[in-house]
């Protein structure tokens, strides 16, 4: 995929009919309507947008309103608008490592298609840019909010193998010591009893036989 005529391979259209891929957050529910033009003089095209990362909330704005303006003038109707925010780039474009995207999808004349083009091409604020006629049977997806539901997924697996391996070290710990147990165990059982030398057994029969006679008298 190009982007303005110069490669940058980050820019992914949104999905049509090919199946959604699991464990991504990618679900038929944020997939929006298909795509029909009200008339048969008006198509709906669908544009990404490139813009610097370092801007604050004011400054975005403002290119975004800019950007929007451009196909407003030229009679477009936005259907369509998602903001993926920060992403990082195949490669630098204009020293920026990083960048803001946004994906429109207007309602326009196909006439006015090369001027809004070449109107983006000159702006500041933009970066790079493309603009392109989706496939019949297209369907939008909102790709930024699927992408945060494939973090929270990705979160909650990362928490429950981090959990998983907790307790698989616990059970280590625990066998361990219950061998340790047993072998403690089986030592003392196998320990042989203590010899008595036979003249300190004489010695303690002695003691107990005058034990005895004492407790006679």
Same mark, same amino acid.
Not at 133 to 155: F, G, M, T
């Given at each position: ?28 529910? #944020?997939?929006? $309507? #298909? ?11 669908? @544009?990404?947008?490139?813009?610097? $990362? ?10 975004? %309103? ?10 477009? %109707?936005?259907? #369509? ?12 474009? %204009? ?14 004349? $196909? ?12 702006? %500041? ?8 006629? $989706?496939?019949?049977?297209?369907? @939008? ?67 107990? @036989?005058?034990?005895? #006679?004492?407790?006679? @008298?």
């Amino acid at each position: 995929m190009q982007l303005d005529g110069r490669n940058t391979l980050l820019y992914i259209p949104a999905l049509a009919d090919s199946p959604l891929p699991s464990g991504t957050g990618f679900t038929h529910e #944020s997939r929006m $309507p #298909s795509l029909v033009p009200t008339s048969e003089d008006v198509q709906i095209y669908e @544009i990404c947008v490139l813009y610097p $990362p370092a801007l604050n909330q004011k400054e975005e704005q403002g290119v975004l %309103k800019e950007v929007e303006e451009v196909f407003t003038d030229a009679g477009g %109707k936005q259907v #369509s608008k998602d903001l993926w925010g920060r992403r990082g780039l195949a490669y630098p474009i %204009k020293g920026a490592k990083e960048g803001n995207f946004a994906v429109y999808h207007y309602e326009m004349d $196909p006439l006015k298609v090369k001027e809004t083009d070449q109107q983006l091409r000159i702006m %500041k604020g933009v970066l790079r840019h493309l603009i392109v006629k $989706p496939p019949k049977h297209y369907q @939008i997806v909102k790709y930024s909010e699927a992408y945060e539901q494939w973090l929270k997924s990705r979160e909650t697996a990362e928490e429950e193998r981090s959990k998983k391996k907790e307790e698989e070290v616990q059970e280590k710990i625990a066998r361990k010591a219950m061998r340790q147990a047993k072998m403690t165990t089986e030592r003392k059982k196998a320990a042989p009893a203590p010899k008595v030398e036979s003249e300190d057994l004489t010695q303690k029969i002695d003691e107990l @036989i005058a034990g005895d #006679s004492l407790d006679t @008298i």
